[in-house]
Each structure stands twice: as structure tokens, then as C-alpha cells.
């Protein structure tokens, strides 16, 4: 969600997040996929394990068994599921709506197109996410009040305040990766883009410096907030699903297997930070696969999300 919040905040459509990213997401894709292999070849932080035959047996015959009994219906159901997949990742990549009529135009095609229309059955669906969405409410009340009271303001305006623009960069990327380990992260991306960019409204910085602000913040919240469940709503939720029971998946276990990730990816993107994305972006200008954006942004400034 912090992608969109803050590409919208920029004004990047979807091949602009994508260039102006490339600098630090091209060298963490790369290390991250180095480090699954060897993580998985060593077999430590609770990689390598093995699937058993047993287990894969069952789920052999389960799948068989579930071709062998599946209708014509059934088929148009995955069909139509398909598809309002590829209308949600169009949709989100596009910025076609705000989000949160995206998913509910989601929920509507999906239950409409497949016969789930008895109201029982829709609240199945949720129930996996109750514990989940109590966690965000407090989490919204939390943002609510630090946008409110200013909190962050006083540690935002000491890092522009530094004058070497690469050292503010590398400042915003550990503020928000360091806050983005115990807090949730697209509330962290959401507080640091709505309070730079009222820095660009006021002045105190230039369009090109908040664009480069921009994607250190949104790194900064997407790469290290990877330490503990509270940083990714995604780990959050698994962590609050019935699963987590039964795979012995605990809050230790969860940071340990993340440790790896956590150090390689937020190393790698602070030196993408501190050393190719300021050359990067002005070959990207010289080359003309993007444009500097000249206007300031004079609209007003989002205070949530």
C-alpha cells in the first residue's frame, strides 16, 4: 500500500515508480534471490526442510481427486477468479481508482461471478482477518495522533536541515527502516511522505530532492520493516491466522527466519541508496526515460490513507 500511497503522492504513474526505483530495488531483488538459495542450500534459520513423501502423496491425491469431481462450473469459477486478479493488479498499477474501491469492486465481481451471494457464506471469507483488522484499527488511532500532534515533525526537519543532500537520504532511509521494524510500515511511509511533502510545498526543499526523498522513504519502510511481524502487515496476518498454530510458527520464530533477509536487504539498500541513486536518476534524466518534474505540488497534503 505505501507503493501507491507514495507514488501518488509524487504523482509517479507505474513505468516512473518503476525507473525511478530501479537503483535500489534491481540490486536487492538480485542479493534477496542469492540469499533464498543459500539459506535453503545450508539449511539454517529454519530453511531447507524437506517435504515429506507422506505429505506429498496426500496432496497428489487430493489434487487428482479434485480434478476427477470438478464441473464445468468449477472451471468457469477459476476462470472468472483469474481474471479479477488481473483487473486488480491492472487496476493498482494504473491508479484507476483509490484503493479501497478497487478491492470492493473486487469482493463484488468475485461473489457476484461465482453465485456467493447468501451472507452467511460471505462472512467466512473474514473471519481469518478479524484479529488482523483489530490490530489495524489501533494502528490507525496510533497514526492518527502522531500526524495530529506533529511527533515526527521535530526529527524530520533536523534530517533536512542537513545540508549534504546524499547524507539526508541515507538519514530518511534509517529513520523509516528503524521505525518500520516496530511499527507497521505503510503507516511510517505514510507519515514521512505527508510531512516531506509539505516540506516541498513550504519550500524548504526542491522537487528533485523530494523525488529522491520519495524513494528512500519508500525503500526505507519496504526492505528493513521485513525485521519483525509488526513491520509487514502480511507477516502480521499470518501470525494472526489459524495457521500459525499449527505450522508452530511463533513471533521469535518469525524474526529468526527473517534475520538474513533483514540484514542483506536493508544493507544492499542502503548502499543503493547512499551510492546509485543519485547517479542513476540523473542518467534516467539524460536519457530521457523519465522527466524531472518541475511544478511543485501545491494541492494539499494527505494526512492518511
Known amino acids: 500500500p505505501q507503493n501507491l500511497i507514495i507514488a501518488d503522492q509524487a504523482s509517479w504513474q507505474f513505468g516512473e515508480f518503476l525507473i525511478r526505483m530501479a537503483p535500489v530495488t534491481i540490486p536487492v531483488f538480485i542479493c534477496g534471490i542469492i540469499t533464498c538459495a543459500l539459506v535453503e542450500k545450508f539449511k539454517v534459520f529454519g530453511y531447507g526442510a524437506q517435504l515429506p513423501d507422506t505429505v506429498r502423496q496426500i496432496l497428489v491425491d487430493f489434487d487428482n481427486e ?138 524548504v526543499i526542491t522537487r528533485d530532492q523530494f523525488d529522491l526523498l520519495a524513494v528512500a522513504i519508500n525503500t526505507g519502510t519496504n526492505l528493513p520493516s521485513v525485521a519483525t511481524p509488526n513491520g509487514q502487515a502480511a507477516f502480521l496476518f499470518l501470525l494472526t491466522s489459524a495457521l500459525a498454530p499449527l505450522i ?32 542513476a536518476t540523473a542518467w534516467f534524466y539524460d536519457a530521457g526515460w523519465i522527466e524531472p518534474h518541475v511544478s511543485t505540488l501545491t494541492d494539499a497534503v494527505s494526512s492518511g490513507h
Open 66 to 203: 479434485e480434478r476427477k469431481t470438478r464441473t464445468n462450473q468449477d472451471v468457469a469459477k477459476l476462470w472468472i477468479q483469474g481474471a479479477i486478479a488481473v483487473w486488480l493488479i491492472a487496476a493498482l498499477a494504473l491508479h484507476l481508482a483509490a484503493v479501497g474501491l478497487i478491492g470492493l469492486s473486487v469482493i463484488i465481481l468475485a461473489t457476484a461471478f461465482t453465485g456467493v451471494i447468501e451472507e452467511h457464506s460471505m462472512g467466512k471469507a473474514f473471519e481469518e482477518a478479524l484479529p488482523f483488522t483489530a490490530l489495524l484499527s489501533v494502528f490507525f488511532a496510533i497514526v492518527a495522533v502522531i500526524i495530529d500532534q506533529g511527533l515526527f515533525k521535530p526529527v524530520i526537519d533536523a534530517v533536512l536541515a542537513v545540508e549534504d543532500k546524499g547524507t539526508q537520504l541515507a538519514m530518511f532511509y534509517v529513520a523509516n527502516g528503524l521505525l518500520s521494524m516496530v511499527s507497521d510500515n505503510v503507516f511510517v511511509g505514510t507519515v514521512y511522505i505527508n510531512e516531506v511533502k509539505a516540506a516541498l510545498v513550504e519550500g
Open 248 to 279: 508452530r510458527l511463533s513471533y521469535g520464530r518469525m524474526v529468526i527466519m527473517a534475520l538474513p533477509y533483514t540484514i542483506v536487504l536493508a544493507l544492499v539498500g542502503l548502499a543503493g541508496i547512499v551510492f546509485f541513486l543519485e547517479p
